[in-house]
């Protein structure tokens, strides 16, 4: 049963890094048929896809936030992570880690299938 | 970005109601469209991907349409669980992008 679960502080000062991670279970991060990705939805807002980063290290980033924004794979801990440097309250934000499954032959995407639970980060001083 | 319009914002109906939603892609997209349904406090659930294609153990009285740059989510026959937050997602093109959500209420 695939699950994944985010975690890290749910508090993080302006200006300071927030740092997330994504725990991945009953699938390897490093199965080449998908890609491993971070969304986020402010309080009462819509969807924000943020990121994905895939087993060979090939990374893709929204480029609203990519100046901001590093993904990263931990394969022995079968984990992927989330950094956003310079935070504002304008990223206070349910962060979600998500699978992205894909066609190895095509390429052809299927959207996310699998979602974490979610975790509210919060942006204060 | 591929740009994904939502219509309409919100809606009210009755259990027993055909409901529609509808998706525009800002340029052809295929039929790489994914429907997703959000509860209050939950992550997003996947309803449809592929357009038209149902995820396992999601009911039959979701179905999906279209192609191109036009796509919709119907549910045929509202039930008192369907009442949700309902996201189109683009899954063409990175960045993925998702509509603005449509959320369905009791009338």
């Known amino acids: 049963q695939v699950q994944l679960q985010e975690s890290g502080p749910g508090l993080v000062k302006p200006s300071e890094t927030l740092a997330l991670t994504c725990t991945v279970s009953g699938v390897s991060v490093n199965n080449g048929n998908y890609h491993w990705s971070w969304i986020r939805q402010p309080p009462g807002k819509g969807l924000e896809y943020i990121a994905y980063?895939?087993?060979?290290?090939?990374?893709n980033y929204n480029p609203s936030l990519k100046s901001r924004v590093t993904i990263s794979l931990d394969m022995s801990k079968n984990q992927f992570s989330l950094k956003l440097s310079s935070v504002t309250a304008a990223d206070t934000a349910m962060y979600y880690c998500a699978r992205d499954p894909h066609d190895l032959w095509s390429g052809d995407g299927m959207g996310f299938d699998y979602w974490g639970q979610g975790t509210l980060v919060t942006v204060s001083s | 970005d591929i740009q994904m319009t939502q219509s309409p914002s919100s809606l009210s109906a009755s259990i027993g109601d055909r409901v529609t939603i509808t998706c525009r892609a800002s340029q052809g997209i295929r039929n790489d469209l994914g429907w997703y349904q959000q509860k209050p406090g939950k992550a997003p659930k996947r309803l449809i991907y592929t357009a038209s294609t149902l995820q396992s153990g999601v009911p039959s009285r979701f179905s999906g349409g279209g192609s191109g740059t036009e796509f919709t989510l119907t549910i045929s026959s509202l039930q008192p669980e369907d009442f949700a937050t309902y996201y189109c997602?683009?899954?063409?093109?990175?960045?993925?992008?998702f509509g603005q959500g449509t959320k369905v209420d009791i009338k």
């Open positions: 980063i895939y087993y060979s290290g090939t990374t």
């Open positions: 997602l683009q899954h063409n093109s990175y960045p993925r992008t």
